[in-house]
């Protein structure tokens, strides 16, 4: 039985597109043709799958005047910052770039009896659970080195971003990659856990919600497939007395109102150094108030609407429970806030981390800031999370901020930068926001199983 899977504009709340997905019959039936596929598939020259893959991003590229704006109906990010292909072609060039030596065979040794060597061969069949966050470049985070490691792929998109599939799954098969390769499918919760639990795939990627990861984790139990889980994140930035002001504020401000406050990796918490709180505070409500909310369509709109009203109503609710616990909030309501989608970025002082939002994900423009004596008492906050993707240090003292991130229970540690993914570093989060890793040459390890071989020559 298939069901109608429906995006709600959060520009006007029109529907903007809908989608049957498949029936588990159906489902079942992508699977299996993926599977058959994957054997020719990796048996093709590395080069050759680099090749087509790269050929596949340069035709999302060549979609791009025609996503932006799509992009902007599907979630809300303002046109002006000109969509994802920057970051999309980015990270599918290092992965290819660094393909050949991350997937070279490791000789251990050779002589006249014996050769051996570890090969990295792949999985198999890989599920992309995609996000609307940052729909393109969380997708190809995983489905470029997949593809080119000689996995086959079935990409499942969230419902926010329902297009994104589509063209993706066009613009590689528009170039030579085999549609049974490179599959998009529209999967309700169910046959997706069904499948899973089937065996269907032979390693799942899901980025999205603690839930939804669990999800993935009870559907996979027993069945011994890998999952990769990029979950929640509460990412602290920490202001040291030494540190640039200005860029500081400039820098973390816009990595915890960017994209509507709607990023992964996005600044949640703020603690700075008491010598610097003040002057910090001033120039963050400066950058905020200088703020456009509206219309993403509009060129001048610098913060559009939040994805969904439901998304929106959350961040209201942990913003009006920390002002009546006593917080508050510095910036006034904004004239295109509408109560529903459009939401005031704010900015929130007089916070304890007893607040949700402080504790819980926000995924919106919001940002709590607190005055901090020293680095054990910031070490200490940061460290006070169920979450842990990455943590962003503002000094000048390069060792400082070493020694700090050794102790900061975090899977990216940033220094005088924010809200940053590099492909050359592994993507990888602990406690509830997940585990596994992608990127890098470690992500190539994950998305491949090692098999040895050990070759006597003579028998004599």
């Known amino acids: 039985m298939t069901q109608t899977l429906t995006c709600i504009s959060?520009?006007?709340?029109?529907?903007?597109?809908?989608?049957?997905?498949?029936?588990p019959e159906a489902a079942r039936a992508?699977?299996?043709?993926?599977?058959?596929?994957?054997?020719?598939?990796?048996?093709?020259?590395?080069?050759?799958?680099?090749?087509?893959?790269?050929?596949?991003?340069?035709?999302?590229?060549?979609m791009n005047d025609e996503i932006v704006p799509e992009l902007a109906r599907l979630m809300g990010r303002p046109v002006r910052f000109g969509g994802e292909f920057g970051g999309f072609e980015e990270r599918a060039t290092?992965?290819?770039?660094?393909?050949?030596?991350?997937?070279?065979?490791?000789?251990?040794?050779?002589?006249?009896?014996?050769?051996?060597?570890?090969?990295?061969?792949?999985?198999?069949?890989?599920?992309?659970?995609?996000?609307?966050?940052?729909?393109?470049?969380?997708?190809?985070?995983?489905?470029?080195?997949?593809?080119?490691?000689?996995?086959?792929?079935?990409?499942?998109?969230?419902?926010?971003?329902?297009?994104?599939g589509e063209r993706m799954a066009r613009a590689f098969h528009s170039v030579g990659v085999p549609e049974e390769v490179f599959q998009n499918v529209f999967l309700d919760h169910d046959t997706t856990a069904d499948l899973i639990a089937g065996r269907a795939f032979d390693f799942v990627n899901f980025t999205g919600s603690v839930g939804g990861g669990k999800a993935m984790e009870r559907a996979a139990a027993?069945?011994?497939?890998?999952?990769?889980?990029?979950?929640?994140?509460?990412?602290?930035?920490?202001?040291?007395?030494?540190?640039?002001?200005?860029?500081?504020?400039?820098?973390?401000?816009?990595?915890?109102?960017?994209?509507?406050?709607?990023?992964?990796?996005?600044?949640?918490?703020?603690?700075?150094?008491?010598?610097?709180?003040?002057?910090?505070?001033?120039?963050?409500i400066a950058i905020v108030n200088g703020y456009k909310l509206g219309d993403p369509l509009d060129p001048d709109t610098s913060i559009g609407p939040m994805a969904n009203t439901r998304?929106?109503?959350?961040?209201?609710?942990?913003?009006?429970?920390?002002?009546?616990?006593?917080?508050?909030?510095?910036?006034?309501?904004?004239?295109g806030d509408d109560g529903g989608t459009y939401l005031t970025p704010q900015i929130l002082t007089n916070v304890t981390h007893d607040m949700r939002v402080m504790r819980e994900e926000s995924f919106g423009p919001v940002v709590g800031i607190m005055p901090v004596r020293d680095d054990e008492e910031a070490?200490?906050?940061?460290?006070?999370?169920?979450?842990?993707?990455?943590?962003?240090?503002?000094?000048?003292?390069?060792?400082?901020?070493?020694?700090?991130?050794d102790r900061i229970e975090t899977g990216t540690v940033f220094m005088n930068r924010a809200d940053y993914l590099?492909?050359?570093?592994?993507?990888?989060?602990?406690?509830?926001?997940?585990?596994?890793?992608?990127?890098?040459?470690?992500?190539?390890?994950?998305?491949?199983r090692p098999k040895s071989y050990h070759l006597k020559k003579v028998t004599g």
């Open 10 to 23: 959060p520009i006007d709340g029109s529907v903007f597109a809908t989608r049957e997905t498949l029936g």
């Open 30 to 62: 992508a699977a299996d043709r993926a599977r058959a596929a994957q054997a020719a598939w990796a048996a093709r020259p590395l080069q050759e799958r680099i090749d087509l893959v790269m050929a596949g991003v340069a035709a999302v590229g060549d």
């Open 94 to 164: 290092h992965m290819a770039s660094i393909a050949r030596e991350a997937l070279a065979n490791i000789d251990v040794g050779e002589d006249e009896t014996f050769k051996r060597y570890i090969r990295r061969v792949p999985l198999g069949v890989v599920l992309v659970v995609a996000p609307w966050n940052y729909p393109y470049m969380t997708a190809i985070n995983t489905v470029a080195p997949a593809l080119i490691a000689g996995n086959t792929v079935l990409l499942k998109h969230a419902t926010q971003t329902l297009l994104v």
């Open 222 to 284: 027993g069945t011994f497939t890998g999952v990769g889980l990029e979950l929640g994140g509460k990412d602290p930035g920490y202001v040291m007395e030494d540190a640039d002001l200005q860029a500081a504020a400039e820098t973390l401000i816009d990595a915890a109102m960017f994209n509507s406050g709607q990023c992964c990796c996005g600044i949640e918490r703020i603690y700075v150094h008491e010598s610097l709180f003040d002057a910090f505070l001033e120039k963050a």
């Open 311 to 335: 998304f929106a109503q959350q961040v209201r609710a942990q913003i009006d429970e920390a002002v009546a616990a006593g917080a508050v909030a510095h910036i006034d309501t904004m004239p």
């Open 379 to 405: 070490l200490a906050l940061m460290n006070d999370s169920d979450f842990g993707l990455t943590a962003s240090l503002w000094t000048r003292d390069l060792a400082r901020a070493e020694r700090l991130g």
């Open 422 to 448: 590099d492909p050359g570093l592994c993507w990888t989060g602990c406690k509830q926001t997940g585990r596994g890793g992608g990127l890098s040459v470690i992500g190539y390890h994950n998305l491949t």
